[in-house]
């Protein structure tokens, strides 16, 4: 499949360096409360990028942390009188609970920052040994971004004209900033009364990691100096992956990431849907509305990833209506079908269009207008040929992660197959303007209690009240 790279602006295709498996990571969720459904965006176009991958027939490996000590996890979990553990783990569980609802494959490896601080002390040391970091008199380490030439490319901070030179003796403490204030930023934190019992032993004395190294130290760690695709909301571009690339380049000197993914974010009126703005929905506020995740998924790639997508309570109306006729469709497909199976073949007949879509861009939105397209182009076939075209059409909603929801009860009923074949003949006998025999046939399908009803380009049977 092609896909746009953040750092050089244009689409490439992605084959893995290893010749194997695709490897790739992605930054995973802070975990101090429910993750909102502007995080989810991310996490279900990673997992749609992931599962077009293995559907095509790549392996992959995918990894995804987990942030359990940042400023915010310290802060909150103190207000709650918990330990950060706790805390941590508490949020954690609630936010597989919600990926699993959301159908979000589970990460082949799912690390935490508090595991891997020594991981993470080594890295620091690397970099201080090399001189890209220096110890301040407060027990902190930071980055000297002076040091690193390529600072700055993938968020490319030349076009905002920014002196990096200028910027040798501003520092930057707290682990998320703005581009103005670009700066060198903290590795290890010294000890401060307000991080209470949360404080490591290290060679500067006790304190903390900085959050941007945790990924860098855990993507050395499973995935190596050099690796795939890397990948997170666009909000992360500036500064967190810039600076992860110059951790990464300057303490182990691999290529680091090859491709770079980034979502743009989830509105809502108009403002990017965050927890510090206060206009978030959880997973959980719209299941209490009524709607079911699978809506929700489905409304997350309705967008295209590189364009904002606004969020609308309405917009989940429309995934309802729109699961439910993908769900008859498939129906009408498997009632015509005739006691064929539906294999599992590598092919997607109808819905090829849907797939290439996919496969350029990962084009959701475009795929699932492929799915209704493809819906539509095989109402007219029948036995092996509808068997096929369902085959297709259930590999699509694989690499879509789409479940379908179950049709009402009498919509689901068995049509016993002599009714079936009646009904059969009938339609292609009308399809030859045989009015006689399809009059005829639908009485005599009426005496055996089904009812047909014809529309433009099909047929349905009900059995008679
Ligand atoms: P966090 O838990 O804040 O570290 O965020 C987890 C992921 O969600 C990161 O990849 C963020 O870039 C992403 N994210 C945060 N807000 C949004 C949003 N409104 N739309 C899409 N992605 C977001
Ligand atoms: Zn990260």
Not at 191 to 196: T, V
Not at 225 to 249: K, M, R
Not at 328 to 344: F, P
Not at 382 to 387: L, S, T, Y
Request: charged letters at 25%.
């Amino acid at each position: 499949m092609r896909l746009f790279d953040t750092l050089t602006r244009t689409d490439h295709e992605l084959t893995p360096i290893d010749g194997k498996t695709f490897r790739f990571y992605c930054c995973g969720p802070t975990v101090y409360g429910p993750a909102h459904i502007g995080n989810f965006r991310t996490f279900v176009l990673q997992d749609v990028l992931r599962r077009t991958l293995e559907t095509g027939g790549m392996r992959t490996l995918h990894v995804r942390n987990i942030t359990d000590v940042d400023d915010k996890t310290i802060r909150d979990s103190q207000a709650a009188g918990q330990s950060l553990t706790d805390f941590t783990a508490k949020w954690t569980e609630k936010f597989h609970a919600d990926c699993d609802q959301l159908n979000l494959l589970p990460p082949h490896i799912e690390p935490g920052a508090v595991e891997h601080i020594p991981q993470q002390i080594a890295m620091i040391e690397a970099l201080v040994e090399k001189g890209h970091a220096y110890p301040s008199d407060d027990g902190s380490v930071y980055f000297n971004i002076a040091s690193f030439p390529g600072y700055g490319k993938l968020s490319r901070l030349d076009e905002r004209e920014l002196d990096l030179g200028k910027t040798q003796n501003a520092r930057a403490n707290s682990d998320e900033y703005e581009k103005d204030s670009i700066s060198d930023f903290v590795l290890w934190k010294g000890r401060r009364p307000e991080d209470g019992d949360n404080h490591w032993t290290s060679p500067w004395g006790e304190g903390r990691p900085g959050w941007h190294l945790e990924c860098s130290a855990m993507i050395k760690q499973y995935l190596g100096d050099t690796f795939d695709l890397h990948s997170g909301g666009v909000d992360l571009v500036f500064p967190h992956h810039e600076n992860e690339i110059a951790q990464s380049q300057c303490a182990c000197g691999g290529h680091f990431a090859e491709h770079w993914f980034h979502t743009t974010h989830l509105m809502v009126d108009g403002g990017k849907m965050s927890k510090s703005l206060g206009n978030l929905y959880t997973l959980d506020d719209l299941k209490t509305k009524g709607f079911s995740p699978m809506e929700v998924r489905y409304v997350l790639i309705g967008g295209h990833y590189r364009k904002q997508l606004n969020f609308t309570l309405e917009s989940l109306t429309g995934a309802r209506e729109a699961l439910l006729k993908l769900a008859k469709g498939a129906q009408t497909l498997a009632n015509h079908m005739n006691g064929e199976t539906a294999l599992n073949s590598a092919e997607f007949g109808p819905f090829e269009p849907a797939w290439e879509k996919l496969n350029r861009d990962l084009n959701t939105p475009a795929a699932l207008g492929g799915l209704f397209t493809g819906l539509k182009k095989s109402a007219n076939l029948r036995g092996k040929d509808a068997a096929a075209a369902l085959a297709g059409f259930n590999r699509m909603l694989r690499a879509l992660g789409l479940v379908l929801p179950e049709l009402p009860r009498e919509k689901t009923v068995s049509i016993p197959a002599e009714i079936q074949q009646l009904a059969e003949t009938r339609w292609q006998a009308r399809a030859n303007k045989d009015w006689a025999t399809s009059d005829e046939l639908r009485d005599k399908l009426k005496a055996s209690g089904w009812l047909v009803i014809d529309t433009k380009d099909n047929y349905t049977l009900k059995p008679e009240a």
